[in-house]
């Protein structure tokens, strides 16, 4: 969610090289095309709203409602929705922790591409726990599940990592992260894109009115940075191949 689409669509254009449609949500919302696959949604927060910019995490569920009744069981929030949104049912809720993420009942664009070309190279949560954090998450949404198309879950090196027919969708980190107002370290999700030159993107990022927040550093076989854009949204862009 951004302050102004256009600028948004001109920012993330300019350092990823994507191209953008309009959906059927209406005039403030628009999709992320990279290599003629959708990746990413992109829609402007209404004036009234004091509500931080920030990527957030949307995951496809079979009930909204039900769905929504397990997030409360399990002593964590629903703060919107579900609602009636365009083609489907939508909701707003954050973990024990205070991780924001979103659901998804309804219709899911074809093509839609996790953690392949030019789509997030995968989401992490940064939490105090990450095995609670999984289980949390395995109980709500149904990862691990014994139905075709489930997600798969394993413990690895300290973290849990969540994958969907080989690919690595999520890695949920744990450690002592502060109850701060600094997005940076309190417990959130936070989104990967993946880039062929970290140097490029970043040199793009600040041109097009972004900033950086960390310095290069090394991921996996690759490097990394974070980058805030114009807005103040936080996002990483890697060169490392999961």
Known sequence: MARDLRAAESFYGAVFGWQFRPTRLGEEFSVAMSEGAP???IGALAPRLAVAVAWTPYFAVDDADVTAARIRERSATVAVGPLRFGTGRAALASDREGAVFGIWEGEVIPDWSVGKGGAPAWLELRTRNAFDAAIFYAEVLDWAGERPGCCQVAYEDDHVVLSHAGVTVARLFGGAVEAA???QVRPRWHVHFRVPDVDIA???ALKAGG?????????G???RITLRDPDGGLFTVSDSVE
């Not at 900033?211 to 991921?219: E, F, Q």
């Open 211 to 219: 900033t950086t927040v960390s310095a290069v550093l090394p991921s």
């Open 221 to 223: 076989n690759g490097r």
């Open 202 to 204: 970043a040199e793009t």
């Open 181 to 183: 107002p600094d997005p």
């Open 39 to 41: 990746v990413a949604g």
